[in-house]
């Protein structure tokens, strides 16, 4: 074994050998993969061996496409099988509401070149004969699932990795990681130690541990898993005889069940309700290639349900049944990338799905490691998208929750109850009293709606307009027509101070920094012009003599921007950040009379003259020493009021008995979602990420390309000279009783003119044949299915999609914002665009301006 290395993977399952793969790939020679036993000696080698490319994020999807598509190359570069049986599969709905979910899962495959196709359930009986297709209403068919031998796919990782010059060290334990002042790793083993550059977390099972040995403790939790084989099956032997094909891959929601072939028999495994955490404190380093004790009761009223279902199976003998851990993280994804406050420590754990996501992690990682930038829109995966609050405890209830939801309905409007409340602001009690409907927002407890008194505060979960829709209605109306407060503590809050605080956010930002008592919008750049940040940044006072400025941005993306911060302070330690999250909590209040109400609070004159539109101030607020920005997300005439926890209470207190007789009312997140959209306001990781530049955000006049030299501005002014692909833009729809939720298609009226913003197909895709033999394309039997397959309709073709939406309560509008062809962007032709909504294409027209106060009059007065 080497005692240097340019870059040490740990762990030898099959995400650790894609890694090592993809970074050899990328041209690093010096690179090493160290192994505690052999290979597979975690999850890899019990593992189902499926695998698939749908996701309920598309950019994860995309990522699970490229996994598929890899298979060819690395069988090729190793000569090792993976032994790839490319079936096809379905996705079989037992109810109305389970239907409407496979709608949106079709359409967001129209925009990702994916060739799935809503079918009957007589259709998927063809395919899969075992099936009383009685029991369902209709089906998906997705042509790229199958499975493989896990085995032999990760040591064709490994293969093609050391013939591309990589080593790989088996059966030495790593037991210890220590940092070097100037950031050398030591990577101390059972057989010495190596001197590493960058450090890869692909533990598995012992993912957990390894983030210990740096201080970090990883949301990820290992769940046991049960899948059975039966044995040979008369049906299955006959439907390969006579059709000369495997049996398609099932997924029914109802009986929480998977099943495939499995050389001639079923394989069934379960998502069961009664899960059970495996090692949930620490986990065995001598665990190995072994297997948990079967508990065929626990999962029980699976089986029934997949019985009923799947008769054909019910007769089959079991011949084994196989229980084994796999690693979680609380919300099904894998955690990727750098880990904030580590120099060049990474992970790549908590990669469930494997077989489906493996590739796709090892490319992201790699770019990232190698180029600074994963290449792909990540965030579904980042690290960094879980805080503090994600404890060992919580993780485990979270955990637990989504293994027992794994093939459950999320709604859009669906919050769900494991581990809360975590974090709660001084209100929590007061808005509960007030007939709150709470909502998690990056673990902390927040006002979502109000329910009227005497009615349950509680959503009715639905893919169409629920019980809500009135109370925020009315919540909307008197905010714009009066005032109303809302609790805004779910923002992100940064304070960034010292000598050079100016230059420092200047190199930072696109747009100038305020000049001291005021503020600016301004979004953040990669170094390839990609949008990674939005934020809203007031100068305050000097403090001892030092510039301070204070920021705030999106709650759920502070260590994903303090990582980015992080990086780029200088060396000196002359530049501080502190992040506030709790410690610093808000109110908003906003509205035609929301002037006269704060008046009454304030020892000062806060005039439009004397207190103007974006101007800060620091001030006492009923009593309350507090910091105010004029400025709301609704748009409107406005305040942000922000003060230590302590004095929560106080101010809120102050603002209710002042604004009685202005008829002040409480509103919640989800009106002031709405009245941003009657404004066309973005939104961050809906409207701006990193896959978009500055300008195909519609971020143009928060870009001052002649400023200074910024991070992305070289590639923001080439953006800028040569055009966008890529417009974001808003619409109204004419919906029905049912609204975009976001990766809805966005449909045009084209011709045979082709834009170029849909990514083909992956081309990698296997034919749909009935019980005969004969292929079946296209019939799109299934009830209420779209009209037409893909993404052609005659002169309609898919050229773009939605970010996000909902109905606009004060100008009476379903809208929706997205991204298409620059050429279209400012066409608001009627009868140009359509909108997929639940299976059905709505009419949609480009609104330039926002609906409500379009020249801002309102919030500048």
């Known amino acids: 074994m080497k005692s240097h290395a340019k870059a040490v ?3 030898g399952g099959v995400v650790g050998c894609s890694v090592l793969y993809h970074l050899a790939k990328a041209g690093w020679a010096d690179i090493m993969l160290i192994e505690r036993s052999e290979l597979t000696s975690g999850s890899s080698w019990h593992a189902a061996g499926g695998f698939h490319t749908l996701n309920g994020d598309p950019n994860v999807a995309k990522l699970q496409a490229y996994t598929v598509q890899l298979y060819k190359e690395i069988e090729e570069i190793s000569g ?16 109305p509401e389970r239907m409407d979910f496979l709608r949106l899962a079709h359409a967001k495959g129209r925009y990702l070149g994916m060739d799935t196709e809503l079918i009957t359930p007589s259709e998927a009986k063809a395919m899969f004969p075992l099936m009383d297709e009685t029991n369902f209403v209709g089906a998906m068919w997705d042509p790229v699932e199958g499975h493989l031998d896990p085995s032999g796919t990760t040591h064709a990782y490994a293969k093609a990795a050391r013939k591309l ?9 790593v037991v210890e990681l220590t940092q070097e002042v100037d950031g050398t790793w030591n990577v101390v083993t059972e057989q010495g130690t190596v001197k590493a550059e960058h450090v890869v977390n692909c533990g598995g099972l012992w993912a957990r541990e390894i983030g210990r040995m740096v201080g970090v403790e990883l949301p990820v939790l290992a769940m046991e898993h049960m899948y059975l084989l039966t044995e040979p099956m008369p049906e299955v032997e006959e439907f390969n005889k006579s059709t000369g094909r495997e049996m398609i891959g099932v997924l029914d929601f109802k009986g929480e069940i998977y099943t495939r072939q499995e050389r001639n028999g079923i394989l069934l495994g379960t998502y069961e309700k009664a899960c059970k955490p495996w090692s949930p404190v620490s986990t065995p380093w001598d665990f190995g290639h072994e297997l948990l004790q079967p508990d065929i009761d626990r999962i029980a009223p699976s089986l029934e349900i997949g019985f009923k279902h799947f008769p054909g199976i019910e007769k089959a003998g079991i011949k084994q049944i196989i229980n084994g851990p796999f690693t979680f993280a609380l919300d099904g994804n894998p955690l990727v990338g750098p880990v904030q406050g580590l120099t060049n420590f990474w992970c790549a754990c908590a990669v469930m799905a494997g077989f489906s996501q493996g590739g796709g992690v090892g490319l992201a990682l790699s770019n990232w490691m190698v180029h600074g930038d994963p290449g792909f829109d990540v965030w579904g995966m980042d690290v960094a998208r879980f805080g503090e609050w994600a404890t060992l405890r919580y993780t485990n209830a979270k955990v637990r929750e989504n293994y027992s939801r794994r093939f459950s309905i999320r709604f859009p409007n669906e919050e769900l109850p494991a581990a809360r409340p975590a974090q709660t602001t001084p209100l929590y009690d007061t808005m509960l009293a007030n007939n709150a409907v709470m909502g998690d927002s990056w673990g902390l407890e927040t006002p979502l709606w109000f329910a009227p008194r005497g009615s349950e505060p509680k959503d009715v979960v639905s893919f169409h307009r629920s019980n809500d829709f009135g109370a925020i209605s009315e919540e909307v109306r008197a905010t714009r027509e009066k005032v109303g407060v809302t609790e805004i503590a779910n923002f992100a809050k940064y304070e960034v101070s010292g000598p050079g605080a100016e230059d420092f956010l200047n190199r930072l930002m696109t747009n100038r920094m305020p ?16 949008l990674i940040g939005d934020f809203t940044i007031a100068k305050a006072g000097p ?5 301070r400025f204070m920021i705030w941005g999106s709650s759920a993306a502070q260590k994903y921007h303090m990582r980015w911060f992080e990086k780029h302070l200088p060396k000196d330690g002359s530049i501080r950040i502190h992040r506030f999250d709790q410690t610093l909590v808000g109110l908003s209040i906003a509205g035609p009379k929301s002037r006269d109400l704060l008046q009454k609070l304030v020892d000062v004159d806060i005039s439009t003259k004397a207190f103007r539109f974006m101007d800060f101030r620091e001030m006492a607020v009923g009593g309350a020493p507090c910091m ?3 400025i709301t997300y609704t748009g409107d005439l406005g305040y942000e009021i922000w003060m230590a926890p302590a004095y929560q209470r106080l101010v809120y207190k102050a603002i209710k008995e002042a604004g009685e007789e202005f008829g002040l009312v409480d509103f919640g997140m989800r009106a002031l979602l709405s009245m941003r959209l009657e404004k066309n306001f973005p939104t961050w990781f809906r409207e701006l990420r990193p896959i978009y530049g500055p300008f195909e955000g519609s971020m143009d006049r928060l870009i001052k390309l002649e400023k200074n030299d910024f991070i992305g501005r070289e590639a923001a002014a080439k953006e800028q000279a040569e055009g966008t692909k890529l417009r974001r833009v808003s619409f109204i729809v004419d919906a029905a009783d049912a609204d975009v939720m976001g990766d809805e298609p966005i449909w045009a009226k084209v011709g045979g003119k082709d834009y170029g913003t849909v990514e083909k197909p992956h081309g990698y895709g296997a034919p749909r044949f009935d019980a005969s033999g004969k292929e079946v394309r296209g019939s799109n039997a299934a009830e209420g299915a779209s009209a037409v397959r893909g993404i052609v309709d005659g002169d309609w073709r898919v050229v773009g999609w939605v970010t996000s939406g909902g109905y606009a309560h004060y100008v009476e509008k379903s809208m929706a914002q997205g991204y298409v062809p620059a050429a279209l962007a400012e066409n608001d032709s009627a009868g140009l665009f359509e909108i997929e909504i639940l299976g059905h294409r709505r009419p949609a027209r480009i609104n330039v301006e926002p609906p409500f106060d379009p020249s801002g009059e309102k919030m500048r007065t």
Do not use: W, Y
């Open 9 to 11: 993977v740990i762990g």
């Open 80 to 95: 090792q099988s993976c032994s790839l049986h490319l079936t096809g599969g379905v996705m079989m709905a037992d109810t």
């Open 165 to 173: 010059g990589a080593e790989i060290v088996l059966r030495n334990r």
């Open 515 to 530: 000049k001291t008592g005021r503020i600016v919008l301004t979004p953040m750049l990669n170094e390839f012009g990609r």
């Open 543 to 547: 403090r001892g003599g030092e510039e």
């Open 628 to 630: 105010v920005n004029r």
